[in-house]
């Protein structure tokens, strides 16, 4: 197979291995495959590799990612596991099920990749690649499917490539995917909930919990038809909602706001963030969460938020911001 530049195709093994950490150490973006789909993956603690991550699958909208690691051992200092929790791991991992925990409150993933939200979707493959690359690297690894935004889950390196080429740094070809489908996920941040299904049949899961799983059945349009993202109010957001007011567009802040700015901001005397004083969205994308949390924490009752160019990050910045501005209810 062969690729253009910028996108190094290599059989997944043990050099290619450790080539593939040492691009995810540097901020790179690696496909991988796993059990379920191939993965488009990034250290999930590097804020603005998983911005370019975004970028590449040119996503219109921040979705919450799963960070892969290696066991259990690795999932630990990420999410707080319950009962539940641990009899499900302990059942299904490694193996095509995804959990969504309580993030826990040192947990080191970047606010993007979690789209600010308080709970974490992780998963161990069974993928001998995968934990492979996952052990080389030795940290969390986010990973959404490799492929564009609207496009069917690859599971072959070729279907990587027809999507991705020149948009990521290497692909591991390590053959089909075993399973082909998405993994299942449940969520255990209340009644267990299956978000999406997948690998895992339900019954299985439900045979270990020894109770039938919740099932909310609301879809997004904007990714995969099988995506189930948003579920009950009260349970789970789907995207992250600030306790301040938002005021969209804004080119002069007003008395009592604290500013969001992009780019170079007006003078102002009140609490000001920048989400990129250069104008990048790369670096927009990276400190979205991160500074609508601290305007939050600053006690700032309205920000103002300056205008957002809408082109590539911007879209997604844009959307996420929409979302923040709408009225709660
Ligand atoms: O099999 C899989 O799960 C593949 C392989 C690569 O591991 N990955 C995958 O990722 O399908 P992605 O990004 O295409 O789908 C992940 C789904 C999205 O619908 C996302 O909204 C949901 O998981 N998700 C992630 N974190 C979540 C959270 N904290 N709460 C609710 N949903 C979450
Ligand atoms: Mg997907």
Redesign the pocket.
């Known amino acids: 197979m062969t690729a253009e530049p910028g996108t190094r195709v290599l059989k997944a093994d043990p050099a290619a291995i450790s080539a593939a950490a040492a691009a995810l150490r540097q901020g790179g973006l690696v496909a991988f495959p796993?059990e379920?789909?191939?993965?488009?993956g990034a250290d999930a603690c590097h804020g603005e590799a998983i911005a370019r991550l975004y970028a590449a699958k040119g996503r219109p909208a921040f979705?919450?990612?799963?960070a892969?690691v290696a066991d259990i051992d690795a999932a630990r200092p990420l999410a707080v596991f319950d009962a539940e929790a641990e009899k499900l791991a302990a059942a299904f991992w490694p193996g095509?099920l995804?959990l969504?925990l309580p993030k826990r409150p040192d947990c080191p993933v970047a606010a993007l990749a979690?789209?600010g939200?308080d709970?974490?979707?992780i998963?161990v493959?069974s993928d001998k690649t995968a934990r492979a690359l996952l052990a080389a690297f030795g940290g969390p690894v986010v990973?959404?499917?490799?492929n564009r935004s609207g496009h069917v889950?690859p599971t072959s390196a070729a279907h990587v490539l027809a999507d991705l080429r020149g948009r990521i740094d290497l692909i591991l070809d390590g053959g089909d995917c075993a399973v082909g489908?998405?993994?299942t996920?449940v969520?255990l941040l209340g009644a267990p909930t299956l978000?999406?299904p997948?690998?895992l049949p339900r019954e299985e899961i439900e045979c270990v919990l020894g109770h039938a799983l919740a099932m909310p059945a609301v879809t997004?349009a904007d990714?995969?038809p099988q995506?189930?993202?948003v579920?009950a109010p009260g349970m789970?957001a789907?995207h992250y909602a600030p306790k301040a007011r938002v005021r969209l567009d804004a080119t002069t802040p007003r008395a009592g706001e604290a500013l969001l700015a992009f780019g170079a901001a007006p003078k102002f005397d009140g609490i000001t963030l920048n989400l990129s004083p250069r104008g990048d969205l790369i670096e927009a994308a990276t400190n979205l969460f991160s500074h609508l949390r601290a305007l939050d924490a600053s006690g700032a009752t309205s920000s103002a938020v300056m205008p957002v160019p809408h082109e590539g990050l911007g879209d997604a910045i844009n959307d996420r911001l929409a979302r923040a501005a709408a009225p709660k209810s």
């Open positions: 796993t379920t789909v191939y993965g488009l979705n919450p990612l799963i892969h095509p995804t969504v979690l789209a939200l709970s974490i979707a998963r493959p990973a959404p499917s490799a889950s489908v998405e993994s996920i969520a978000l999406r997948g690998g997004d990714d995969a995506k189930l993202e579920i789970l789907s």
